[in-house]
């Protein structure tokens, strides 16, 4: 047993992150932030050049995928990246970031779909398999004030027509998208506990530094502990799909979106408060991360939903 | 990553479980809690079969009598002895995992040999005397007096919360040998045989009802200076190798068996039909999956102590996660027991008993092996980098 991040695991993380630091500065993520397309599609086609969506297709395996995934969460790089990632070699154009291919879950509370405006594809879970339904084929409806600026969304009115269905494993690819949404949020989570730090370690009240009042100390060091043990569920579960771990795969992909989840939420919450008064505002990147936790959480299953179906696989040995 | 176990690694567990298989129908029934001579004959007894069957001191060098095993061998024979129910490690906790990994690095190699071969054959119990009245999160300002006489320390004071005080043979002991200096600076670290003269063990009731730990006075005790392990004044630095073992994989049996008390919990909500209600099966399935991550996390550290030989701070992440879910778990199971929290023994035929005392045990474990507040000031000072504690006192 190892579970230590390989050499070419530890570069790849390093070649994305140095990717995302480079290309998606959040200054310049945040400058195209209310408006209807937050992507900007030649940064697009740069992060197919780097080989994130067609990923798995060129050989990867589910460890490298949630290594990469995690690096984008973190630098909140906007976009559908996990659904166009999924169809890769699936739906044209989505391996070459010609495509953008958002997800249509028609399960849930409200039909939202975010990134509409851009989509050229939207894949949908069905019973039993997947399929790609063009965008044009929804009746839309934007909304004006979505949560997270930097994930549009538009209601979905009426009932949803069949679409053309997507060969491939549809379970595989929807546990597929869970895990790396997971490792998005863990990186979301990462992302906000690093910014907090920085923040406490230079804003100084009562001539200290904030970060020496133990009150504030202890808030980081719950974030950082979330993040590292959900971490280390996200990791598991990618070892799990790959076949390098002998848990049970369906388990691990609920713990690990589950606790991405949670770690990203209060992450997120604790670090608007760490910010104080400038986490309150626009300018500060803090609500960024909190905000692309809501999102994220309500995609593949929310925390809640994850808890729920790790109660089902509990063995309860009725009667014993 | 492959979270795999290699050949040797598989092998490794079926001859564990063979042994473990052909073995435990001998092991005779756990005594009471109070029963102490029992107690100390059934743990004691169980680490005599352990080192005649070469599992003793797993993690421990072959030079010094351990099996030399790997870390993650370790994991896996701390993993099969807790499924197949063998007897905890009890009382030889300090021994194993405290005071003889110290004496591993730090000791002479007289030391060693006197004293070593006693933990592993399961001769002597150790007990730890660490804390004092006046010096608990902030160890080193303890005051436990030693003075130099010829060849001999004679030592003075008092120290508190001795877990298996009034059991044991030995004693690690951290004394002050120079107050004119740093706190850290003027600490000691010596063997106490606990039959010396002098010695007071006064055992003190814990709140499940038990004795456990006792407060222990010290009135002139004499002490050879050859008892001493490391340096004099040096022994900080000495005490700080036992208790990085101790936030290793101290808590990885007792996590085991949380997880047993979870499923059991689910079980028990279902024979009560409350299985079925939303909010129960949320927070249960929630604390599953809690256990699943910690158990992953158990792992990485796990890795991290083969590829580096340190377990860092990862075990003060561990220790914060774990016990917070202790509590939580904790409260769950009493809202769901209602009446039945009122008894720490099984009412009719339900299992209530194990989720009362688990409750209990989830206090200490917050506070025992350096509280959650001290975990997390290690996790903000050494993972983030954030500013230590102000040092208050002059030292
Ligand atoms: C079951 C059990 C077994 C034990 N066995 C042993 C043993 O065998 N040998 C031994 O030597 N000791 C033993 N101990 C003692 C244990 O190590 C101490 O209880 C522990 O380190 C806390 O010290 P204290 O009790 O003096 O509490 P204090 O240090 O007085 O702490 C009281 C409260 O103040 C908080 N606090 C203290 N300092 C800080 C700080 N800097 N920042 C924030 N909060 C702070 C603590 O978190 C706690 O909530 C045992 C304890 C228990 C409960």
Redesign the pocket.
Known sequence: MDFWLSDDERDLQEGIRSFVEGRFPLEEIAEREETEAVIDLDRWREIAEMGVFSLRVDGFDNRSAVVAFEELGRGLVPGPIVATHLTAGLIDGASEGSAVVTLLETDATATVLDHAGQATDVLRFVEGGAERLDPGSLSLAAIDRPLDTLTPVWRVDGDVESGTEIAGDADAMRLAGTLLTAAQLVGVAAGAVELATAYAKEREQFGRPIGAF?AVK?LLAEMYTKTDVARSAVYAAACALDGAADDDVDRAVSVAKLMAGEAALFGGKTGIQVHGGMGFTWEVHAQRFWKRAVSLDATFGTVDHHSMRMAEMIDVRSGA | MDLRYTEAEQEFRHELRSWLQSVLPDVPAEPGPNDWAARREYDTGWQKMLYEAGYAGINWPREYGGRGATPTEHLIFLEETEQAKAPYVGMNF?GLLHAGPTLVVEASDEQKAARLPGILKGDDVW?????????????AALGCKAVRDGDQYVVSGQ???????HVADYCEL?VRTDSDVAKHRGITWLILPMDSPGIDIRPLR?MEGQI??AEMYLDEVRIPVDNRVGDENDGWRVAMTTLSFERGTAFVSEMLQTMELCRDLATFAERLGRWDDHGVRRDIGRIAAELDALWALTKRNISEATRTGLVGAGGSVFKLAYTDLRHRLGEVALHLLDRASLSQDDIGDLATGDHVQGRIHGL?M?????????Q??IIAERLLGLPK?PKWTSG
Do not use: M, R
Request: net charge negative; hydrophobic share 35%.
């Open positions: 133990q202890h | 300090v007990c730890q005397g660490f804390s004092e009245p006046g010096a608990g999160s902030d160890l120290k508190i919360w001795t877990s298996f005080a951290l814990t456990e730990f200490k917050s506070i025992a092996a350096g509280t959650t507040q001290v997390k000031n504690e």
